[in-house]
């Protein structure tokens, strides 16, 4: 018996000295810590180049530079019970203010603290990942992937997505400590500190609400045995979910993002802009080329969608069948499929909307169980490099190498994309993906010259954007707006007429309109259009109507201001 469990200790101690990596001047390191050490430290050189871009005013960094920077101290109460941007993410916004407290408004400070979250982060998904796939090397492959993939800069270079690497930090720590529960015996502190996490997650970005499922969807993938104990654990996290998803719900209508696809699409073109969000995803992950920080909705035609939404169920029927014939760890590849499914399925157009239908920051968490099917396959090649060639083991090094090098130059010229306000929309024009891109990147360069007070640009930009989407009432209200200013008033009031026209329920335009018809000379029907906008709840209104609609108006309205709508917000979803 001794000398068995000698040969087995031996057994071990000769793979330990396998698995150590000797460094210069003696140092040893095990391969899982080199591994993440290596990761780590090509992720900070790859993104220590954004430490030179600036804020992206005009594109939500300036809001909520704004709205932190007129505070002599952290006001915690106010963090906590305000929308940002139509959200409600407190944490987020808390850690905006502690960085502008220490640094001010250096944007380098704020761009560091979201490369130290995606940091963590990726430390964080190796050591989940060493949990769930048994392995150093599978964990490590995820864990590169997740750190250098081109779609994921923007959730690590553009400040205002802070909360993406928040939430994220909590959801994966939950996981962990879920994991350990689950291995430990169900043990009450694993319990606790996976309910802080979960929590602390949800006060940071409203995707964390999907974090009960996917305590599910570990239960599948640990082989447990459904009992009533497994679903009631989960109720209080499904009661945090819903509570913070209502709140989320709220959060976006005060700011007017939510929009029922209904009116627009119907629900069989709805099931397809589902499948195009899935098989968008889908492509990035493999070809991350052609990225940009705008995704338009599909323009309809004749009734239609394009023909691309329709084909993407081949992408989706495809990797469905993939993984319905996939038996060699099939478990897994099922969990990964639809961890992926679950995660992303919050942003997908379901029944709301934002103004774009995807963006590359959506994929953070999602990509993960993406990653885990990619990595046990590369996991199983690595097993088996003994059984092939020498030419052949040569070219798997080769290609697993341009793969690295090639995520990693795109996520440099990424990087380089998000330097400031103009690269990036400038950017989104000459990719040149549809008219409803390049409309949306000319009214947001238009939204940028005006707060610039550059109102000859801003005009040209707003002027571009109508001639690529002639019902951009957006657009028309804030050419209207400045017109209004250079005193074109009937020029102006036309743009206004086109906005309600377009949509009758437009608040800002009946007010702007009011405006620009009072300057004209007409109080009455100036009272008249204030009154329709005030029905539809814009307060300025109300104090228009209180000031100048009285028995005796003034003759001039010169102090009045025209009132523009979202004029200075991106798709604000970071």
Same mark, same amino acid.
């Given at each position: 018996?001794?000398?068995?469990?000698?040969?087995?200790?031996?057994?071990?101690?000769?793979?330990?000295?396998?698995?150590?990596?000797?460094?210069?001047?003696?140092?040893?390191?095990?391969?899982?810590?080199?591994?993440?050490?290596?990761?780590?430290?090509?992720?900070?050189?790859?993104?220590?180049?954004?430490?030179?871009?600036?804020?992206?005013?005009?594109?939500?960094?300036?809001?909520?530079?704004?709205?932190?920077?007129?505070?002599?101290?952290?006001?915690?109460?106010?963090?906590?019970?305000?929308?940002?941007?139509?959200?409600?993410?407190?944490?987020?916004?808390?850690?905006?203010?502690?960085?502008?407290?220490?640094?001010?408004?250096? +944007?380098?400070?704020?761009?560091?603290?979201?490369?130290?979250?995606?940091?963590?982060?990726?430390?964080?998904?190796?050591?989940?990942?060493?949990?769930?796939?048994?392995?150093?090397?599978?964990?490590?492959?995820?864990?590169?992937?997740?750190?250098?993939?081109?779609?994921?800069?923007?959730?690590?270079?553009?400040?205002?997505?802070?909360?993406?690497?928040?939430?994220?930090?909590?959801?994966?720590?939950?996981?962990? $400590?879920?994991?350990?529960?689950?291995?430990?015996?169900?043990?009450?502190?694993?319990?606790?500190?996976?309910?802080?996490?979960?929590?602390?997650?949800?006060?940071?970005?409203?995707?964390?609400? =999907?974090?009960?499922?996917?305590?599910?969807?570990?239960?599948?993938?640990?082989?447990?045995?459904?009992?009533? *104990?497994?679903?009631?654990?989960?109720? +209080?996290?499904?009661?945090?979910?819903?509570?913070?998803?209502?709140?989320?719900?709220?959060?976006?209508?005060?700011?007017?993002?939510?929009?029922?696809?209904?009116?627009?699409?119907?629900?069989?073109?709805?099931?397809?802009?589902?499948?195009?969000?899935?098989?968008?995803?889908?492509?990035?992950?493999?070809?991350?080329?052609?990225?940009?920080?705008?995704?338009?909705?599909?323009?309809?035609?004749?009734?239609?969608?394009?023909?691309?939404?329709?084909?993407?169920?081949?992408? @989706?029927?495809?990797?469905?069948?993939?993984?319905?014939?996939?038996?060699?760890? *099939?478990?897994? $590849? @099922?969990?990964?499929?639809?961890?992926?499914?679950? =995660?992303?399925?919050?942003?997908? +157009?379901?029944?709301?909307?934002?103004?774009?239908?995807?963006?590359?920051?959506? =994929?953070?968490?999602?990509?993960?169980?993406?990653?885990?099917?990619?990595?046990?396959?590369?996991?199983?090649?690595?097993?088996?490099?003994?059984?092939?060639?020498?030419?052949?083991?040569?070219?798997?090094?080769?290609?697993?190498?341009?793969?690295?090098?090639?995520?990693?130059?795109?996520?440099?010229?990424?990087?380089?994309?998000?330097?400031?306000?103009?690269?990036?929309? $400038?950017?989104?024009?000459?990719?040149?993906?549809?008219?409803?891109?390049?409309?949306?990147?000319?009214?947001?360069?238009?939204?940028?010259?005006?707060?610039?007070?550059?109102?000859?640009?801003?005009?040209?930009?707003?002027?571009?954007?109508?001639?690529?989407? +002639?019902?951009?009432?957006?657009?028309?209200?804030?050419?209207?707006?400045?017109?209004?200013?250079?005193?074109? $008033?009937?020029?102006?009031?036309?743009?206004?007429?086109?906005?309600?026209?377009?949509?009758?329920?437009?608040?800002?335009?009946?007010?702007?309109?009011?405006?620009? @018809?009072?300057?004209?000379?007409?109080?009455?029907?100036?009272?008249?259009?204030?009154?329709?906008?005030?029905?539809?709840?814009?307060?300025?209104?109300?104090?228009?109507?209180?000031?100048?609609?009285?028995?005796?108006?003034?003759?001039?309205?010169?102090?009045?201001?025209?009132?523009?709508?979202?004029?200075?917000?991106?798709?604000?979803?970071?």
């Amino acid at each position: 018996m001794k000398q068995k469990a000698g040969k087995k200790n031996g057994t071990s101690g000769r793979n330990q000295h396998q698995d150590v990596l000797t460094l210069p001047a003696g140092i040893r390191l095990g391969y899982p810590a080199a591994a993440i050490l290596l990761i780590l430290l090509l992720t900070f050189l790859l993104y220590s180049t954004a430490l030179r871009n600036e804020f992206l005013n005009g594109w939500d960094d300036g809001e909520y530079l704004t709205a932190i920077s007129g505070q002599e101290k952290v006001n915690m109460p106010e963090i906590f019970s305000t929308f940002h941007l139509g959200m409600y993410q407190p944490l987020a916004v808390l850690s905006f203010a502690i960085n502008f407290k220490l640094s001010g408004a250096q +944007p380098w400070a704020f761009i560091l603290t979201n490369i130290l979250l995606h940091l963590i982060n990726t430390f964080l998904i190796f050591r989940l990942m060493e949990r769930w796939m048994k392995g150093w090397f599978p964990a490590a492959a995820v864990a590169l992937l997740f750190a250098i993939h081109p779609m994921h800069v923007e959730g690590v270079a553009w400040i205002s997505t802070r909360s993406s690497g928040l939430y994220s930090l909590f959801f994966l720590a939950g996981l962990i $400590t879920w994991d350990k529960y689950l291995d430990n015996g169900l043990k009450i502190k694993d319990y606790s500190l996976t309910l802080l996490f979960a929590t602390l997650a949800l006060f940071s970005k409203s995707m964390a609400a =999907t974090f009960p499922v996917v305590l599910l969807l570990m239960d599948y993938l640990k082989r447990r045995k459904y009992s009533h *104990r497994v679903i009631t654990e989960k109720l +209080p996290f499904f009661v945090l979910s819903v509570i913070f998803g209502l709140v989320a719900i709220r959060a976006s209508a005060s700011f007017g993002h939510i929009t029922v696809l209904e009116q627009d699409f119907n629900p069989v073109q709805r099931l397809f802009l589902i499948l195009y969000g899935i098989s968008f995803y889908l492509i990035k992950l493999f070809v991350p080329v052609n990225l940009s920080a705008i995704y338009a909705f599909p323009a309809t035609a004749e009734g239609g969608l394009p023909a691309f939404v329709y084909s993407s169920v081949l992408v @989706v029927a495809a990797a469905a069948a993939f993984v319905a014939f996939r038996r060699k760890n *099939r478990r897994e $590849t @099922v969990f990964g499929g639809l961890f992926f499914l679950v =995660t992303i399925g919050m942003v997908l +157009p379901l029944f709301w909307s934002r103004i774009f239908i995807t963006a590359d920051r959506y =994929t953070y968490i999602p990509y993960l169980g993406l990653f885990m099917i990619i990595a046990r396959y590369a996991d199983e090649l690595r097993k088996n490099r003994f059984t092939l060639d020498s030419t052949t083991l040569k070219l798997v090094y080769i290609a697993s190498a341009l793969i690295i090098l090639s995520l990693s130059a795109a996520t440099l010229r990424r990087i380089r994309v998000w330097h400031d306000t103009p690269t990036l929309l $400038t950017d989104v024009v000459d990719k040149k993906r549809s008219d409803a891109d390049m409309a949306h990147a000319y009214f947001y360069l238009g939204n940028y010259h005006d707060g610039l007070e550059h109102a000859g640009e801003a005009l040209k930009y707003y002027d571009l954007a109508i001639s690529r989407n +002639p019902q951009y009432i957006l657009a028309l209200n804030n050419r209207g707006i400045l017109k209004g200013k250079a005193g074109e $008033t009937g020029s102006a009031i036309a743009d206004f007429d086109r906005c309600i026209s377009l949509k009758p329920d437009y608040a800002e335009a009946w007010y702007n309109r009011g405006v620009a @018809v009072f300057q004209k000379g007409d109080p009455a029907k100036a009272c008249a259009d204030w009154k329709e906008s005030a029905r539809l709840g814009f307060k300025p209104a109300v104090q228009a109507i209180g000031k100048y609609c009285r028995n005796n108006p003034p003759a001039s309205g010169k102090a009045l201001q025209a009132n523009g709508g979202n004029t200075g917000e991106s798709d604000s979803t970071n």
